[in-house]
DNA sequence: CTCATTATTATGTATAGACATATAAACAAT
DNA sequence: ATTGTTTATATGTCTATACATAATAATGAG
């Protein structure tokens, strides 16, 4: 198989997906390497390095050096998992948004908030609780905790016209962060502030943002009934 | 600033992170462009080139021909979702796996199904309806159509021993999927299969797979409560 | 002034060649 | 048998150069 039709990395790559897909490769498998597959397609060995390791950063081949490349046996798929300003969110449905902060005060977190934030004992947190609403709706409770000391900027801001959430997105980077996805029964607190049944299944959001080594905020978002979250893979 | 310490894609890359992360360049900020940065960092500009490409893969940088390189205004984070095979996340817990078929038969599904699956009207899908278990107590209800037609493979599979979940994984790979999270109130019917209290809000997991243009198969997985998802960004 | 054409420019990509680096496998020494 | 050393090899990466491509900006025709 001589064709000259693999002139560019792209082409590569499709040929080694659908060598994949058809199972002429298969899981596990180690494919030729770089240089006989740069004679094979009749391009540059680059140009065949640049499609393998592009198929094993989206996680279908494994490479390492001397060993070769195998067709991963089980793929792990990456999906793009935004934080949304919960504004947009919601306009974009074509719904009207509306806040409203509930309360705002800088106190001694609880013992769950430290451990996951990793905190030290004395650190004292900005506690913000506030809904988003939908059409006038509840649409998600927010219950967030804020690090001063890792985000000095917030001492200046009241969160009375803008939620934390958006005003985080739009002010503060980060450079990781951990995400739960979880449902919890309400409970009359939270039946309350959402205006649903008590014991009524919620999607609950627990997320914490990190830059370098030290928690910026962590928040619990608990979402009315029917939200749903998607993806693609 | 000539230093000459930038001699590989990855140190291109932390600098410029650092220059994005010091809010040097600020978001929606247009960046030098290739040719001047190599020159900075006395490298080639294909160097330049590797580093830019990958943080604009990861959503950090938007590049456009002629346009020029920007700092991204709202950064995108992908998270890996892995398809889990239960029985392993189970295992890997430490508890007993076991698993049981309630029924399978192969029928034409209800609306829903037709139009998430985008099927034809008179397509028949194998639905099988099984638990996943951990010591004892059940894990997860899953709830699973699979297109015969697509996926002829699994007309000799009896899915007693194994679960489709896990056949699926092992044996049937795909192209693309999307995938819904959201919360329910269990209902009389989940409450028996799961054991758990009527009206208690349980976790739901939709997810459909593809390949090319047709789905392969499409799950409703309800778990027991308490059940959490987590992942990174 | 408007619209179509052309020039310019920044990124995108291909190439050959060279060297770097990790590591499996063969071999040697204990 | 175990441990340490060498060697061969596949991937990783850099370089210089060239051309491709997209899109903005400048230009000119009507």
Avoid at 39 to 49: D, I, L, P, S
Avoid at 111 to 127: A, C, E, S, T, V
Wanted: glycine share 6%.
């Amino acid at each position: 198989m001589s064709d000259l039709s693999f002139r560019n990395w792209q082409s590569v790559q499709d040929e080694v997906l659908r060598r994949i897909n058809s199972r002429l490769w298969k899981p596990g498998d180690l494919i030729p390497n770089e240089a006989e597959l740069a004679t094979e397609f009749g391009c540059a060995r680059a140009t065949v390095n640049r499609a393998l390791q592009n198929l094993a950063d989206s996680g279908l081949l494994d490479r390492r050096r001397k060993a070769g490349t195998r067709v991963t046996l089980h793929p792990i798929r990456k999906a793009t998992l935004d934080i949304p300003v919960i504004r947009r969110e919601i306009e974009g449905k074509g719904h009207t948004y509306l806040y409203s902060l509930i309360s705002s005060q800088t106190v001694i977190p609880p013992q769950g908030i430290i451990g996951r934030m990793q905190l030290k004992p004395d650190d004292r947190l900005l506690h913000l609780v506030c809904v988003h609403m939908a059409d006038g709706k509840p649409y998600v409770f927010e219950n967030r905790w804020i690090n001063p000391r890792v985000v000095p900027e917030v001492s200046g801001v009241r969160f009375i016209d803008q939620s934390p959430n958006e005003w985080l997105v739009e002010n503060i980077p980060f450079s990781s962060g951990d995400i739960t996805f979880s449902a919890l029964s309400a409970t009359k607190f939270e039946s309350g502030i959402l205006a649903c049944k008590e014991s009524e299944g919620l999607f609950v959001i627990d997320r914490s943002t990190w830059r370098g080594g030290e928690a910026i905020t962590s928040v619990r978002l608990i979402f009315a009934p029917g939200y749903q979250m998607h993806t693609d893979i």
